[in-house]
């Protein structure tokens, strides 16, 4: 056991756990932020995905260890205030995206952390950077709108 | 099953629960004692709810709650299950809350999803909830305002009377009406007379899932509340012959590694009951982590399993079915099975 200071969601956390637990359990176990979802524990699924200073990662794949003073990001620290979603969220919200919903939360972070870095995408950019979100409900379809949606508000 | 017998041990709670043959769901009341948490605070509200029926419940200051009794895998139930409900109770739908139903077959009847048939076998009990409960809440304002009920309509949860302009929301009228018996027998609407079903709607819980707050079965998290994983066996067809666990035993955080049973000895098995992981190794300790690290250090021993009859209740009824010896993959087992 250790214990590590974590910059999560803007508020400092302190976790007590071992050196190698990764990420994705420290948010859903100790810290119970549970809207971080658990696929496949493997790197293959991306329902862990949240945001490392910004850029989207796979939190069942990073030790807690390795995240230091690094800022971390979670589907509960994403909207833009307290009573305003995010521009992707909304996006989500309007074209009705979600099936079952579990897929969800990792879809939006991968989404928000793309038009960060690309706030125009080609359907080919989508494509790419979405690849490694897997929905067994097969909302693809909705998921790439929904991008070009928030692509589009937040451009304009 | 309800399993709230407080004097029981964490691990005869997991004992118990298991024993459960055919189901894997444990029926305790998990909203009591729930670890309060940012994705927890739209279920454990502490508004006054008023219960009309399993499906639904409304506060006096006049929210509205429906229960969807099926689990959510994809096909929309926590909006279309609703849907049936309101269509009868004809509350303002932009304004319901849906909530997951918790596994309360007593409560509920059906709770599966599967096969195309949540829609088909809720139809029925879902409207006549809802049309149940609007009439309790119409007699509930009948009562109040000594008119006959067949004088009142309703619109987006509020009972009128026409004759003298008297209107009340559902939320005034649910106490009153709670107190009523149950009417025995309620119309239904024809297709026809349908405003929501039929309708285009959006996902009901949209919110919730885009914010994270959305709960599946593993977010549930109560106070104190161990992790346990099962080992299986490595393929169908395989049963436990021995385990080691005593290297797992020392991991960090580890509480218990122990066999357990599924079904109960005598139990019949019905259509999707597995037909050979009867005795499995359960793994219990303080946190995912350390459960995940732990049951690889577990030793276990699997063999064939031998031919066996045994009954199961299956479409027609109860018969008595061999299964054959070996692995289900292999030629042999089909050809014997076929
Ligand atoms: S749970 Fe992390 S990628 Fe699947
Ligand atoms: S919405 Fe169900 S898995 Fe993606």
Redesign the pocket.
């Known amino acids: 056991m250790a214990k590590f200071q974590l910059k999560i969601n803007g508020k400092q956390l302190s976790v007590d756990v071992d050196p190698s637990t990764p990420l994705l359990w420290v948010l859903r176990d100790h810290l119970h932020l549970v809207g971080t979802k658990y696929g496949c524990g493997a790197g293959a699924c991306g329902a862990c995905t949240v945001h490392l200073n910004g850029n989207a990662l796979r939190s069942c794949q990073l030790p807690v260890s390795a995240v230091g003073t690094q800022a971390i990001t979670t589907i509960e620290g994403i909207a833009t205030s307290e009573t305003e979603m995010h521009p992707v969220q909304k996006a989500w919200l309007e074209l009705d995206v979600?099936?079952?919903?579990?897929?969800?939360t990792g879809q939006i972070m991968s989404a928000v952390a793309l038009l960060k870095r690309n706030p125009n995408p080609t359907e080919a950019e989508i494509e790419a950077a979405m690849t490694g979100n897997i929905?067994?409900?097969g909302?693809y379809i909705r998921i790439k709108a929904a991008i070009q949606k928030a692509a589009k508000s937040t451009t304009k | 099953m309800k399993s709230e017998n407080k004097n029981q041990s964490r691990r005869s709670f997991l004992k118990v629960t298991s024993l459960t043959g055919g189901g894997m769901m444990i029926g305790i009341s998990w909203f009591a004692n729930l670890i309060p948490n940012e994705a927890m605070a739209h279920v454990a509200d502490n508004n006054n709810w008023v219960q009309l029926n399993g499906f639904i419940k409304i506060t006096p200051d006049n929210q509205v709650k429906i229960f969807n009794p099926n689990p959510e895998f994809?096909t929309n139930v926590m909006t279309s299950l609703p849907m049936m409900v309101n269509e009868e109770l004809e509350a303002d739908w932009s304004k319901v809350k849906v909530e997951m139903g918790d596994y309360d077959t007593p409560r509920f009847k059906s709770q599966f999803t599967g096969g195309s048939r949540a829609m088909a076998m809720a139809w029925m009990p879902l409207r006549t909830a809802g049309a149940t409960a609007r009439l309790m809440l119409m007699q509930a304002a009948a009562n109040e305002w000594g008119v006959p009920v067949n004088e009142l309509s309703v619109s987006k949860g509020t009972v009128m009377h026409k004759g003298s302009g008297k209107a009340a929301t559902y939320g005034e009228l649910a106490t009153a009406a709670a107190k009523l018996p149950k009417p025995e027998k309620v119309a239904l609407k024809k297709p026809g007379e349908f405003t929501l079903l039929g309708t285009p709607q959006k996902n009901k819980v949209g919110k919730e899932i885009v914010s994270g707050q959305s709960l599946f079965t593993m977010d549930y998290q109560v106070e104190g509340m161990l992790i346990a994983m099962v080992i299986h066996p490595p393929a169908f067809g395989m049963q436990l012959k021995s385990f080691d666990a005593s290297e797992a035993l020392k991991m960090p955080g580890i509480k218990d590694v122990f066999e357990f049973q599924v079904y109960k000895d005598g139990y019949v098995k019905a259509g999707f009951d597995t037909r050979t992981f009867n005795r499995l190794i359960a793994v219990v300790g303080n946190s995912t982590w350390e459960v995940i690290n732990a049951r690889k250090k577990v030793v276990a021993e699997w063999e064939p399993i031998q031919t066996t009859k045994e009954p199961v209740m299956a479409r027609g009824g109860r018969r008595d079915e061999v299964i054959p010896a070996g692995l289900e993959s292999t030629d042999e087992h089909f050809a014997a099975d076929a």
């Not at chain 1, 979600?98 to 969800?104: K, L, N, T």
């Open positions: 979600a099936q079952c919903g579990y897929c969800q929905c067994r409900c909302t | 994809g």
